[in-house]
């Protein structure tokens, strides 16, 4: 069936240090693949998002590019700061079934 | 209202009660999603309502649990006859459409079975 992996945390870093999460898929179809962030205290929002291989989906300095090759969405940001210590999740959406499937979530703590 | 609303935040209950939890979703939008998420555990798709109607109710993980959506509106998720293996955050969120839409997720109802 289809799911999403994506990397164990925890992961630590130092501010401006470069930050890369793995999330991979399986899916029949085309999916639409997304990123969402959960800071600490709050509920889960949605970071970035693309909707076709190729699209490369950008926010607030992340981003990420669906690579239908590598069956790959990974998450990258090229300085990282404190402010962005959360939780990320990468999710996928297929059509069939309007499901969505979220990955296990990593936890990324940045150190000033 | 301005976001996705949950109640209760927290529920604990003993093992056999029955529990209603209740999502509140943003006005206007007509998809809603239930998840569950256990401790280590990714979240896991429950069920989804187009407007009042679930298509698709092979998520829910026995017949213990129902959900149903009035009004376009109000969802609320039953579990009846508690397991403590059901103790989880249970997560709502609702988009503008069913589909690759943002999802607007809740803050959550953490219940936990004695």
């Known amino acids: 069936g289809d799911s999403v992996t994506q990397m164990e945390g925890p992961v630590t870093l130092s501010e401006e240090a470069f930050l890369t999460i793995n999330c991979t898929y399986t899916?029949?179809?085309?999916?639409?693949l997304f990123w969402y962030v959960q800071y600490p205290g709050e509920g889960l929002q949605l970071l970035l998002k693309?909707?076709?291989?190729?699209d490369k989906g950008s926010n607030k300095g992340f981003e990420a590019t669906y690579r239908k090759e590598t069956t790959s969405f990974h998450l990258e940001k090229g300085s990282v700061q404190v402010s962005d210590s959360a939780v990320y999740f990468c999710?996928?959406?297929?059509?069939?079934?309007?499901?969505?499937?979220f990955g296990t979530g990593t936890s990324l703590t940045v150190i000033p | 209202g301005a976001g996705v609303s949950q109640s209760p935040s927290n529920k604990v209950t003993e093992k056999g009660k029955d529990v209603e939890l209740r999502c509140d979703p943003i006005s206007g939008h007509t998809a809603l999603y239930w998840y569950r998420q256990s401790l280590g555990q990714g979240l896991e798709f429950l069920i989804y309502f187009q407007g009042n109607s679930a298509p698709d109710k092979s998520g829910l993980p026995s017949d213990r649990f129902s959900a149903e959506r009035t009004g376009g509106s109000v969802s609320t998720l039953t579990i009846q006859r508690t397991q403590q293996e059901d103790s989880a955050v249970y997560l709502c969120a609702s988009s503008l459409e069913v589909g690759p839409w943002p999802q607007h997720f809740g803050d959550g109802t953490r219940l936990s079975i004695l």
């Open positions: 693309a909707t076709k291989a190729d």
């Open positions: 899916a029949t179809g085309y999916p639409s």
């Open positions: 999710a996928l959406w297929r059509n069939t079934g309007n499901q969505f499937y």
